[in-house]
């Protein structure tokens, strides 16, 4: 599976967009980027995942360029609940399921 | 649903000490896996299950056994308990064949201390 890159940490002001980067330059044409979060101490929980195009749900949009290498986990309207650590995970889908998690993006929101 | 669920919650073993971590399902999922977290890391891999009576090994599986009987129980054995095995241990199960395939559903976490 590729190996990804992300910011240690980042503030959001409440309210705002939180724009959540990701690098995944050695990305594969079968791999899917995946992003979990976990919030304090609690399992990780999953957020959205994608294979090359943009995908919208309740939680968050995921934007995905169209080379592939990185991507950006957006989450519209940052409330104080979603202070946690962001995962991003590239994996091909097939292969079991198993996920390996880097250390992600510690993210605050910010009152 | 349940969801997954694990027992115990906490846990403090004394050093060579052995003892089973349990992990179990509702939602008839045919992957299974552990992970174990320590301080400001992420999560690692230790043992992962496709289905009952298949087990394998995930990036950490030193000291660590697993047995898949049912498919809804993947229980998590330290046979000789070290302190480096002091981590947060989280089940995880997915569907291979649902729609939501892909989703890794978590269980709330047991937190060891290994003195």
């Known amino acids: 599976d590729a190996k990804t890159t992300q910011p240690p940490s980042m503030d959001c002001a409440e309210g705002r967009a939180a724009n959540l980067p990701c690098n995944h330059s050695?990305?594969?044409?079968?791999?899917?980027v995946y992003w979990y979060r976990q919030i304090h101490s609690q399992g990780p929980q999953y957020i959205i995942h994608?294979?090359?195009n943009n995908e919208t749900n309740e939680m968050a949009s995921l934007i995905i360029t169209e080379d592939r290498k990185s991507s950006t986990l957006i989450l519209p309207h940052a409330t104080l609940r979603d202070t946690a650590v962001y995962y991003c995970?590239?994996?091909?889908?097939?292969?079991?399921?198993?996920?390996?998690f880097g250390t992600g993006t510690s993210l605050t929101v910010i009152p | 649903n349940a969801g997954v669920t694990q027992t115990p919650k906490f846990q403090v073993l004394k050093t060579g000490q052995s003892m089973t971590l349990q992990c179990a399902q509702d939602?008839?999922?045919?992957?299974m896996s552990w992970y174990r977290q320590d301080p400001g890391m992420g999560l690692r891999l230790i043992h992962y299950?496709?289905?009952?009576?298949?087990?394998d090994q995930g990036e950490v599986p030193n000291g660590y056994n697993v047995s898949r009987s049912t498919t809804e129980d993947f229980p998590l054995r330290l046979l000789s308990a070290a302190p480096s095995q002091t981590s947060v241990y989280f089940c995880?199960?997915?569907?291979?064949?649902?729609?939501?395939?892909?989703?890794?559903?978590f269980g709330p976490g047991t937190r060891l201390t290994v003195l």
């Open positions: 995880a199960s997915s569907s291979t064949t649902s729609g939501r395939k892909n989703e890794q559903f």
């Open positions: 050695t990305i594969s044409g079968n791999e899917y």
């Open positions: 994608g294979l090359k």
């Open positions: 995970i590239v994996r091909v889908s097939n292969t079991g399921n198993q996920f390996y």
């Open positions: 939602m008839n999922h045919e992957y």
């Open positions: 299950s496709v289905g009952a009576g298949i087990t």
